[in-house]
């Protein structure tokens, strides 16, 4: 607070400012400690030093800062007198009242002094030199404070007074000092030097009477002066001390009265009743007493410091209230806000219970709602999925007269191009148009099965080009009959792609089906295929100079259902939506292009990276049922016509299991031309199959007792039927009912409608492949042991077989008839099994194992012809070698030599 004389100020305080002549020596500072301890006693007061620094004019610029400040009362302890009381007179008159201690101003005009009697304090210093006198003749030296300030002048006219009545005790000399020992160490000396005898020297103070002592002893003359001062300060170098010392002879208290300065002050802001003049007591200190003062002094100031001490627990104690005081209102606050949280939880309760309950009314009534909803939904789906099954169902039916009508068309053209008859337009047009209704029929399934996302893709490596050129050729003809100029162009013919090649084969279909609708006579359509190669993909582009697509309407042309406003032409709408579904299936992009007629771009990926591995199919699998589908209007007719080479040789037997009378009978007489035709409705599917033993089956898979996949099933386990090539008939085309007819065992699977003519070569590749296989056996017959190539069935039916023979080979008595027996199957079975599995009558193949084995031992034994005759079962020897010599073409005797 020292030194800072401007404040902003708080209402309810006391201010007090206190204008310090200087701060630089003990008494000074003893009294502005006395004023701050006794300020902080009093919460209210609010004390403000400043320290004018002995200069007069710092000390009226400080005062009048304090006016302006508006303290509440201003003590000032002025330098000099007369300059500072104008601005004491200010104070007074700017109704701040003014408490001067110590020194006084000029004149009364202060509202109150406090301080000791000057006078009072010459007097005595006066009354102790001539107490303690004894000699006759005294000379004293009177050294003086500050001219100017009251102390000085009132010590000094005190002590004149008194010693002014003593005939025997003179003042010799008067040094004016300034408070400051140094101001008269000087003067002293040299009056020291030049009159010889001073006994008595009375200092305004003992900072200036300690001087004297040291001047004196520096001179070797301490001892023989007796000095006095002012003050009586109990600090090092202090009154007190240099009494105790010896080296002042005593010193009068000058108390600071800084304590009673600030009761003084409050009391006058206080307006309580106070005393203008204040005079603090004064006394005298010498070796008679300064042990007890020195002792009171000590104990006073420990009571201070107790009382500091003390004051600065308060202070921590309050700074620790205060602490408390601010949590304990947060927690205050807190409380409240929790207390209020709780109230608003208590009513959100209450609020969310009656909302919960309103809405629990209305969760009801959306659940009883929902219910119905759902019942409607189910109601709409049943009636949405009755319907889907039965135009499902119906287009399914369709297939099956359609096929029926196809081969029917196919038999006459047949039958046409047999007896050399041109074939009528009404036929050709009744074959396109069914072919057209099947198409139809095939997009809407496919249509259906896009919506229940039923497509699996089975892609397998392709090459482009030449699938490509397969479909370009279907369309041939029909750009040769219009004279469209129909081009395929490649850059890479080599390029192989994973596609799935029934699905793509749609695609190409459509979309050429589509230019050759739109592309007048004369025009132009090309498919070119472009391998991007710098990047993963390969573009085929579809271009014709056609009527194109309104720019309008481009956007829509891959929608379902949409035809385009330019378009005169039956169309269902389906094809190009079909088409896109279909290329983004395999990952692709299908985009139109139109300007001169109209582009399309399929965009495919190369490698088979995008694909599941579930989806990429081995090659050679085994036939797929699916590229056997009609697939175009502009079917190639002449392909259609099957050469039957072998026409004169015997008939294969054939059983038909189907439930549809109408099919069966249609193949039955397409068939029986060729094969001698066993026809089942499936109610004694492998009853039949077990009692023909035919050479080939041709089963349906919808049957009524049990599904065509079981009953070949049950006939590929059968050792009896197991040999016998069977085909599936389905309409069902999925992924899993091929798998279905691959576990059954099924030798192949056809998808209805089925092409007559590659049912045709279907069978007959079968029954070559059969005939491979029986001449693979025949060759091997006494090798059969080491043949591990045939199925499970076949290969235990053969093991059985060869064993018995083997076993039974020196047995004359053993024939065909125990053969059957002992395999379990009749006469008639084991002949058709064993010339279907081995290519020969059953009674020719036990001869011939009877004779190889002869053969073997004529040629590595030394038996006799008769004894190998026994040995392998021949009951002549004769007999032996009539038929040795049938089968080798020479008697056994010839072997020997
Ligand atoms: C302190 C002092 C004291 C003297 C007083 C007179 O500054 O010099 O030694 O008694 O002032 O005002």
Redesign the pocket.
């Known amino acids: 607070m020292l030194c800072s004389c401007s404040n902003i100020k708080s209402k309810d305080k006391i201010y007090i400012g206190f204008s310090q002549?200087?701060s630089n020596?003990d008494?000074?500072r003893s009294m502005n400690e006395a004023m701050k301890l006794q300020a902080s006693l009093d919460h209210d007061v609010e004390l403000i030093i400043c320290d004018a620094n002995n200069e007069v004019q710092k000390q009226i610029s400080q005062i009048d800062q304090l006016i302006k400040d508006s303290v509440d009362i201003i003590i000032v302890s002025p330098i000099l007198s007369k300059p500072i009381t104008p601005i004491v007179q200010k104070a007074i008159d700017s109704k701040i009242p003014v408490l001067v201690v110590?020194?006084k101003t000029e004149n009364e005009t202060y509202t109150a002094y406090l301080g000791a009697d000057n006078i009072e304090v010459g007097r005595i210093a006066a009354n102790r030199i001539i107490a303690s006198n004894s000699k006759d003749s005294i000379n004293v030296v009177e050294i003086t404070?500050l001219v100017g300030?009251s102390?000085?002048e009132e010590r000094s006219l005190g002590f004149r007074k008194v010693i002014d009545g003593q005939p025997n005790i003179k003042i010799i000399e008067t040094i004016g000092g300034n408070?400051e020992s140094e101001s008269i160490e000087e003067n002293f000396k040299n009056l020291l030097n030049n009159s010889a005898s001073v006994d008595y020297v009375f200092a305004?103070?003992?900072?200036m009477a300690r001087g004297v002592w040291q001047v004196a002893r520096s001179l070797g003359k301490e001892n023989r002066i007796r000095i006095i001062g002012?003050?009586g300060l109990n600090t090092l170098n202090g009154g007190i001390q240099l009494v105790k010392d010896g080296v002042l002879e005593a010193t009068i208290l000058?108390p600071s009265g800084g304590e009673e300065a600030i009761k003084l002050a409050v009391e006058i802001v206080k307006n309580e009743s106070f005393a203008k003049n204040n005079i603090l007591t004064t006394t005298v200190i010498d070796k008679f007493n300064v042990n007890i003062m020195k002792d009171q002094y000590d104990k006073i100031y420990e009571q201070r410091a107790q009382i500091e001490n003390q004051l600065e627990a308060i202070g921590q104690q309050q700074e620790k209230y205060y602490a408390q005081n601010n949590l304990l209102k947060v927690t205050m606050g807190l409380l409240a806000i929790i207390f209020s949280l709780a109230l608003y939880s208590i009513y959100s309760i209450f609020t969310i219970r009656k909302k919960n309950r309103q809405l629990e009314l209305t969760t009801n009534k959306v659940i009883v709602q929902r219910g119905q909803i759902e019942k409607i939904a189910q109601e709409v789906k049943e009636s949405n999925e009755a319907k889907f099954n039965l135009y499902t169902g119906l287009s399914h039916e369709f297939k099956t007269p359609i096929t029926l009508i196809l081969s029917s068309i196919e038999s006459i053209l047949d039958t046409a191009k047999v007896k050399g008859i041109g074939i009528m337009s009404e036929v050709e047009l009744i074959y396109n148009n069914s072919n057209r209704l099947l198409r139809l029929v095939n997009q809407l399934l496919d249509f259906r099965k896009l919506e229940d996302r039923k497509f699996t893709l089975r892609v397998s490596k392709t090459n482009l080009y030449t699938f490509s050129n397969t479909i370009f050729k279907d369309f041939e003809r029909e750009a040769k009959k219009r004279n469209i100029n129909f081009t395929i162009e490649c850059n890479d013919e080599a390029l192989d792609v994973y596609i799935d090649r029934n699905l793509m084969d749609k695609v190409y279909f459509n979309l050429l089906s589509n230019a050759f609708k739109f592309t007048p006579d004369n025009g132009s359509i090309s498919i070119s295929i472009i391998n991007v190669f710098e990047k993963n993909i390969v573009k085929v582009y579809f271009s014709d100079t056609g009527i194109g697509i309104p720019k309008s309407e481009i956007e829509n042309v891959f929608q379902p259902f949409f035809k385009g406003s330019n378009n005169r032409k039956n169309s269902s709408g389906m094809g190009l939506h079909l088409s896109k579904e279909l290329v983004e299936l395999h990952k692709g992009s299908v985009v139109v292009r139109s300007k001169q007629g109209a582009e399309f771009i399929i965009t495919l990926f190369k490698g088979q990276g995008h694909f599941d591995e579930n989806e990429v199919m081995l090659e050679n699998d085994m036939v797929d049922p699916n590229q056997l589908d009609f697939g175009s209007d502009y079917f190639d007719h002449e392909s259609y016509f099957m050469e039957n080479e072998d026409s004169n040789s015997e008939k294969y037997s054939l059983l038909i299991i189907e439930d549809n009378s109408d099919l069966l009978l249609f193949l039955k007489n397409k068939l029986q031309i060729e094969y001698e035709i066993y026809i089942s409705n499936g109610s004694d599917a492998t009853e039949k199959a077990f009692e023909v033993i035919p050479d080939i089956i041709i089963c349906d898979v919808n049957l009524p007792y049990q599904t065509g996949f079981e009953v070949c099933a049950i006939l590929k386990r059968d050792w009896r039927t197991s040999h016998i090539p069977t085909i599936i008939l389905t309409a069902m085309g999925g992924k899993e009912s091929y798998l279905e007819g691959l576990q059954a065992g099924a030798d192949l699977y056809l998808t209805k409608p089925f092409s007559y003519s590659v049912l045709m070569q279907s069978i007959q590749s079968l029954l070559f492949n059969r005939e491979k296989l029986r001449y693979y056996y025949t060759n091997s017959i006494n090798k059969l042991d080491a043949v591990s190539s045939f199925n499970n069935v076949e290969q235990e039916f053969l093991d059985r077989l060869n064993r018995l023979i083997k076993n039974n080979l020196d047995n004359s008595e053993f024939n065909v008839e125990q053969l059957a027996v002992d395999l379990a199957i009749s006469r008639m079975q084991l002949y058709r099994k064993v010339k279907a599995t081995l290519g020969i009558n059953v009674s020719d193949y036990l001869n011939n194992f009877r004779l190889d084995k002869a053969k073997q031992l004529l040629e590595k034994t030394d038996l006799t012809v008769s004894e190998i005759a026994y040995k392998t079962g021949f009951s002549s020897p004769n007999y032996f070698s009539t038929v040795f010599k049938k089968k080798y073409g020479a008697p056994p005797n010839s072997i020997r030599i």
């Open positions: 002549a200087m020596d008494w000074r110590d020194r404070g300030s102390p000085a408070w305004h103070n003992d900072r002012v003050d000058y």
